[in-house]
């Protein structure tokens, strides 16, 4: 594990709270994979004590210096230890070549997090939860499932990448369209391979854009607005990933033994009006009790993600959910 005291409080896309500290981290996974963490830890705490822990997985293609990180500030500030993550080949954190995708590395680190926040000596490696904020949502269940170390699941605007790629958005892939997209997949496999080097799609502006161009769908304006503008631009944030990525997420299904994770609890958070929120629906009823859902009143998808305008986020009952589940 490596650790680096100095931060630069510019890189977050959210103001740094002065009632915490925030620390560089570095700790590897299972392949070997070096991944970058940001701890935050409130100046009120006592290291000569053990506290419980939350780890916050990033939205898909999104970055610890972004919503990931204003959850694990903002619960450090209620009294847990707390880590947003880069996802592996993403990010800060390591693995070559660049912004590959992949279901078992991502679920794989969670379950690392684990190992890294575990081990320190101000932390009950036996109260720690995790929160997945949209495609970490379905990784941070996916590794409940397989971990016990991990006694309690909430999930933000949860979305299921695999779902995505296999069944398209609103489930709406016929066999034929996905037949085809494995060949183009395949095909892109051959090129990479001459080329040297996967094809990445070009993703979102890497300046902030002053406003959303039209003739965009409604799901890519919503993500428009929050990685390419100024409400949560961040440079290593382009929210693209390899071609080739998909096929992994096609021929290995997440979240299918959710219902094993019990009696462990998941707390599910959606907005009103996402556009993500029929994710999260089958994802509850699937699971076993206990769970809960909460449906936040006029939210959109990304609206989780940052608050929005109107704060969103309901942290006053993941507070509650946490230290019910890992405190009490």
Known sequence: MKSKTRFDPGDLTFELSENVILEKVTFRN???VDVAGHLYVSKDIDKSNKYPAIIVGTPYGGV????AGLYAQEMAQRGFVAMAFDESYNGESGGEPRHISSPDLFVEDFSAAVDF?????????DKIGVIGICGSGGFSITAAQVDPR???VATASMYDISGMFRDGFGKTLTDE?????????AKQRWEDFENGTPMLPPGFPRKPAESIPEGLDPVTSEFFEYYAMKRGFHPNAGAAFTITSGMSFMNFPLMNYIDTISPRPILFIMGENAHSRYYTEDAYEKAAEPKELVIVPGARHIDLYDGGDNNYIPFDRLESFFKDNLVE
């Open 177 to 185: 369209q996905r037949a085809v997209s494995l060949a183009q997949m």
């Open 117 to 125: 926040i575990g081990t320190r000596d101000f932390v009950d490696r």
């Open 30 to 32: 299972k392949f070997g």
């Open 150 to 152: 991990i006694k309690a």
């Open 64 to 67: 610890k210096e972004q919503g």
